[in-house]
């Protein structure tokens, strides 16, 4: 069975720090590209970031970009992402995807296999 499972998440403060992992089982994670999205109530939901499988390139949205480093451990058939110097913007339901993710203009575009049910960020003072 095909599965993706985040972890991670929680309450922090402003300028606070949070490592959320994304665990695949029934399939091997560095056979996909891998992302994080956001999806914060009342919003659509929005990519973060993105690695992907053949060079391990990594795209990031323009505001988390120098905040958040997405990183893969194949060993662990795990992708993490870190998220520094938090913002109350930044409080969301964080769901990781695997498929492809390719640069485009403006950033990255995505199409996305599987789905994590999500793990929630609040950051608030």
């Known amino acids: 069975q095909v599965q993706l499972v985040e972890s991670g998440g929680g309450s922090v403060q402003p300028g606070g720090s949070l490592r959320l992992s994304c665990a695949a089982s029934?399939?091997?994670?560095?056979?996909?590209?891998i992302g994080w999205f956001r999806q914060a109530p009342g919003k659509e939901r929005e990519g973060v970031s993105c690695i992907d499988t053949s060079d391990d390139s990594t795209y990031y949205a323009d505001s988390v970009k120098g905040r958040f480093t997405i990183s893969r451990d194949n060993a662990k058939n795990t992708v993490t992402l870190q998220m520094n110097s938090l913002k109350p913007e930044d409080t969301a339901l964080y769901y990781c995807?695997?498929?492809?993710?390719?640069?485009?203009?403006?950033?990255?575009?995505?199409?996305?296999?599987?789905w994590g049910k999500g793990t929630l960020v609040t950051v608030s003072s």
């Open positions: 029934g399939f091997s994670l560095d056979s996909y590209a």
């Open positions: 995807a695997a498929g492809m993710c390719v640069p485009s203009p403006g950033g990255y575009s995505y199409g996305m296999d599987y």
